[in-house]
C-alpha cells in the first residue's frame, strides 16, 4: 500500500472508527489517538480489534 492510495482515505481503526496513518516502513497502519498499530500480511491491512498492537508514537512518519 502507498500514502497516495485512495484505500486510506475509507479505512478506519476498528476500536474508534477515526482514520488511520499509513506506516510504510513498518508495513501497518497507525492510530494516533489510540497509540495502536494494525499490521498488514501480504498487503492486506489486519483491522481486527484484536490485530491492534501497542506502538509507541515516534516514528510515525515512517
Known amino acids: 500500500m502507498k500514502s497516495d ?7 478506519a481503526c476498528p ?3 477515526g ?3 499509513l506506516l ?3 508495513d501497518a497502519l ?3 489517538r489510540l ?3 494494525y499490521p498488514m500480511v501480504d498487503g492486506i491491512p489486519q ?3 484484536t490485530a491492534g ?3 509507541p508514537q515516534a516514528g510515525v512518519n515512517d
Open 53 to 55: 498492537e501497542p506502538a
Open 30 to 32: 497507525y492510530n494516533p
Open 5 to 11: 492510495d485512495p484505500l486510506l482515505k475509507i479505512l
Open 19 to 21: 482514520p488511520l496513518t
Open 35 to 37: 497509540g495502536l498499530r
Open 15 to 17: 476500536i474508534d472508527k
Open 24 to 26: 510504510a516502513s513498518q
Open 47 to 49: 483491522l481486527l480489534p
